[in-house]
Nanobody, 124 residues
Framework: QVQLVESGGGLVQAGGSLTLSCAASIRTFRINAIGWFRQAPGKEREFVATVTASGGSTYYADSVKGRFTISRDNAKNTVYLQMNSLKFEDTAVYYC?????????????????WGQGTQVTVSS
């Protein structure tokens, strides 16, 4: 059974850094693209970043480009999201998700398994 567990969320001051982890219990982990999404209260869930199955390609939302880095360690079945230069507007619940595709995918409908999320709060 597919299971995604996010961790690493917490409280951080603006300008600080935080690293999120997504541990996956997926036997086909190596052939699936993984994405990070976030959702703030009262807002729609939005795409943050994705990494292809091999880890060879990544894609980021404009709002986080240059500040966030997504990576994966297939040997550990884990995907990471390194977040630097955090801003107030980065505050949200962050979710990792698995796509049935291997390529770059940014749409919600391209992902079929989701973790429960981890809270990231950026304070002033």
């Amino acid at each position: 059974q597919v299971q995604l567990v996010e961790s690493g969320g917490g409280l951080v001051q603006a300008g600080g850094s935080l690293t999120l982890s997504c541990a996956a219990s997926i036997r086909t982990f190596r052939i699936n693209a993984i994405g990070w999404f976030r959702q703030a209260p009262g807002k729609e869930r939005e795409f943050v970043a994705t990494v292809t199955a091999s880890g060879g390609s990544t894609y980021y939302a404009d709002s986080v480009k240059g500040r966030f880095t997504i990576s994966r360690d297939n040997a550990k079945n884990t995907v990471y999201l390194q977040m630097n230069s955090l801003k107030f507007e980065d505050t949200a619940v962050y979710y990792c998700a698995r796509s049935w595709k291997t390529t770059v995918v940014t749409g919600l409908k391209d992902y079929n398994y989701w973790g429960q999320g981890t809270q990231v709060t950026v304070s002033s």
